[in-house]
């Protein structure tokens, strides 16, 4: 039941990927904008697969950003021929990879850009980080005029781009970030920025706030179709379901516990499935008494602990539940959904660590 031919393999667990949404969703976040579109793919494109994804992009986004100099270059590898910007390239031993693998660095301090400007005869375009607030990396907002006069005296490094990042757009309470944007209107007010690309828009700001707009979003949740917060000015379509298949249907008679620790005792005679996922498919032990799943498009509850392979969920008396059928954990079945938004605030999380968390060995299926 409620397994679709296109549904079936051989999978315990799996996760499928609507390509077509991630194109829609960052085609509605240019139209909406009307701006340059830096799409971040980093830690595996938010767990959806990040070659897939980016190949899902090309033509939309104009640049794409990863956090690290090995993701930057596992997409050279892949041969992606686009600008990619590493948003926290820190380590100056790193900086023969980028020269090597033509990806565009981050700066922050001045050890790496010197050291990148010595290794080579030619142009080095480099984006500069602005630290307003966020206190995380970048070149502080007070020093930051200076420090792009300095920067001149490196030969090979031509400053493309200048940028910024919030630390409270997902709030309701946007005060921080307005302080943060005038202290970047500050910078650029110094410095001639003319031709630089400047940005600073995550996926909060890129919903919600038009004055952190510049040349470039930069979004990364949003264009797998999540909503950072509460503010949906757009339609986004999630891209991610993730499924799991029942592998065992029993029965605990009254007073019985379930899993480890034997948390749940059922109240009396109760029918139960095991769903194949656990915390070792990165499915939270969090969600242990707390979560609910999909099966036959209904809700029903996580019971016990969740395991590392496994968890167990009740059933009601009348399901007719058989080992195989499909369980949805995240996503759409029948007319019930749950959303990763759902999940993780049973989880005491947010949707980035969830999605995150999903381990390789989840496959992943890509719907074109
Ligand atoms: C991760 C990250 C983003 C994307 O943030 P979302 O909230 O996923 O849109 C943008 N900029 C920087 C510097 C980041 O580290």
Redesign the pocket.
Same mark, same amino acid.
């Given at each position: 039941m409620f397994l679709q031919e296109n549904d079936m393999n051989d999978y315990r667990t799996h996760v499928e990927i609507d390509l077509g949404a991630i194109r829609r969703n960052a085609e509605a976040i240019k139209t909406s904008t009307g701006k340059r579109l830096?799409a971040?793919v980093?830690?595996d494109a938010?767990g959806h697969g990040v070659i897939p994804i980016t190949k899902a992009l090309q033509g939309i986004a104009d640049i794409f950003?990863v !956090?690290t100099v090995e993701e930057g270059v596992e997409l050279r590898q892949s041969r992606v021929q686009e600008p990619i910007l590493v948003?926290?390239s820190s380590l100056p031993e790193q900086a023969f990879q980028v020269v090597e693998h033509g990806l565009v660095p981050?700066i922050s301090n001045w050890e790496f850009a010197n050291r990148l400007n010595a290794l080579t005869s030619d142009t080095i375009k480099v984006h500069v980080?602005i630290n307003t607030g966020?206190n995380r990396?970048g070149v502080h907002w007070t020093e930051a005029a200076r420090f792009l006069n300095r920067l001149k005296t490196l030969d090979q490094l031509t400053v493309e781009g200048l940028?910024t990042?919030l630390a409270t757009?997902?709030e309701t309470d946007k005060s921080h970030v307005f302080v943060q944007l005038k202290r970047f209107a500050s910078v650029l007010e110094e410095i001639p920025n003319g031709g630089k690309l400047v940005h600073a828009?995550?996926? !909060?700001?890129?919903l919600a706030i038009p004055e952190a707009y510049f040349d470039a979003v930069?979004?990364?949740?949003?264009?797998y179709g999540v909503y950072?917060a509460t503010e949906r000015p757009i339609v986004l379509e999630p891209a991610l379901t993730w499924k799991a298949r029942i592998g065992w249907v029993g029965s605990l008679s009254e007073g019985e516990g379930v899993s480890y620790g034997l948390t749940y005792k059922a109240p009396h005679q109760t029918r139960v499935a095991m769903v194949q996922v656990g915390y070792g498919d990165g499915y939270p032990r969090a969600l242990s008494n707390v979560g609910e799943v999909l099966i036959g498009g209904a809700r029903r509850p996580v019971i016990g602990k969740v395991c590392m392979d496994v968890s167990v969920v009740r059933l009601k008396p009348t399901d007719n539940v058989l080992i195989g059928d499909e369980v949805v954990l995240i996503g759409k079945q029948g007319d019930a959904e749950i959303t990763v938004v759902e999940l993780a605030h049973r989880a005491g999380t947010i949707s980035?660590e969830i999605l995150t968390q999903i381990r390789t060995r989840v496959p992943r299926v890509f719907k074109h």
């Open positions: 830096i971040v980093k830690a938010y950003a !956090a948003l926290f981050t980080n966020m990396s940028f990042h757009a997902d828009a995550n996926s !909060a700001a890129t930069r979004p990364g949740l949003s264009l950072p980035y």
